[in-house]
């Protein structure tokens, strides 16, 4: 039986330069284990089926969620956006991330906006 290598996140990054663009590295019990360099605002959106997990590796990160509230996320730091909450994730300068999502759900929420899955 040959079993799976570790995985070096941080070499994962450096073979990609776009921002929100997260990039499966592993598969864990039906879910895509995924990196994402982050810059700038992403949309507004909402998961209805699955909650969205987010990790923070460099930078700062912030989820913009309803009535005015901000979560501000800082390496080492995680935050479940619980299904259905609209949320916004934004970053003033650039930041990495590590996400966990459903395989095949649409990052965005909507598949007519989502980035196509991607495997590195």
Known sequence: MTLPQAIDLQAKLATFEGHWQPSTVSVFNGHDVMVAKVGGEYQWHVHPDSDDFFLVLTGT?????????????????????PKGVPHRPRADAEATILLIEPTGAPNSGDVATATPRRVI
Do not use: K
């Not at 501000?72 to 956006?81: A, D, I, K």
């Open 61 to 81: 990160l912030w989820i913009d969620l309803p009535e005015d509230q901000t979560v501000e996320l800082r390496p080492g730091q995680l935050y479940v956006v």
